[in-house]
């Protein structure tokens, strides 16, 4: 298996524009989550899917920032408009439960940087 | 709400061992995982304790203790690729909440 796969793997952009960052779970993993990762507020889950639909969003920061997952084999994350402190990591992970153990698998993120 | 400390920093020796700590206070428990980091990439999984009691996997371990909300990963012969941060997370339903991380650097 690849893995979790994001895309791009790095974003460079200017603030005001909308940065859409992408992610492809794990074949047969029915929850994906988001995570932003900053060296001052460290790893944050902003939202996760469970068999495509929103469960938690309670993490997204602002209206700014929206998330989808229109089928099992891809989900995205928009920010519009983007700021300068929204520079940071983005994670996508996927997990499914074996009996009583979810481990969440995370795919390699995407470095944004707002100018 | 969820509130979990690890120190930031720990120094080592290679081939020694090392004990990195997490304390948490959760309003849910379902698991506590470890997670390590090398820079500029993702993290990946090392452990899973639900019980209390010791979890032993090759050259790593992790200790759970949950009437004191307390874990700990421990790492026996050191290697030199083993300088890396370590997250302590906590499961509440199906979410994670990461700890800030240890960053270990590992020393000749």
Partial sequence: DAGVIQSPRHEVTEMGQEVTLRCKPISGHNSL????????????LLIYFNNNVPIDDSGMPEDRFSAKMPNASFSTLKIQPSEPRDSAVYFCASSTPPSNQETQYFGPGTRLLVL | GQNIDQPTEMTATEGAIVQINCTYQTSGFNGLFWYQQHAGEAPTFLSYNVLDGLEEKGRFSSFLSRSKGYSYLLLKELQMKDSASYLCAVAAGRALTFGSGTRLQVQP
């Fill in chain 1, 33 to 44: 989550f988001w995570y932003r990762q900053t060296m001052m507020r460290g790893l944050e």
